[in-house]
């Protein structure tokens, strides 16, 4: 049991399960920009922070206009809002814990509205 629980601390019970190749030269960002992208995404709404920076660099370089906002919930009315004019799903991405949860007003709203809208919200890396 003390060497499952030391493998999990590790991180190799993780690499095992889900066969990750260091080697790659890819990384998680450029998969959801092109699973975005594939979807008709257009912009990606944000309050720019560590967890999401892979995913914004990445949408930015395949061409998603990244727009910052001052506020979390601001970038999910503005996702609402295209949403709204374009009949195309709006996107926001917020870092983790407290970016994710000022965004409950705006998320309750587009739900509401029964808007499409997807929020991203960063995670902190659990040891």
């Known amino acids: ?3 499952v629980a030391l493998g999990h ?7 095992l399960w889900y066969k990750v190749d260091p080697r790659s030269p ?10 975005l992208k594939a979807h008709g995404v257009r912009f990606l709404f944000t309050l720019t922070g560590g967890h999401i920076s892979p995913i914004l660099v ?13 506020h979390e919930a601001t970038a999910v009315f503005a996702a609402d809002a295209v949403s ?4 195309r799903i709006g996107v926001a991405a917020v870092t983790a814990g ?3 949860t000022n965004t ?6 587009a739900q509401m509205a029964e ?5 991203l919200g960063g995670a902190a890396a659990s040891l």
């Open 84 to 87: 709204r004019l374009s009949g």
């Open 1 to 3: 049991a003390a060497l």
């Open 98 to 100: 407290p970016g994710v």
């Open 115 to 119: 808007s499409p809208v997807l929020l």
């Open 26 to 35: 890819r990384h998680g960002g450029e998969l959801v920009a092109e699973v």
């Open 9 to 15: 601390r590790l991180g190799l019970l993780h690499q």
């Open 104 to 109: 409950v007003t705006a998320i309750k709203n």
């Open 58 to 70: 990445a949408s930015e370089k395949i061409g998603i206009r990244v727009v910052d906002t001052r």
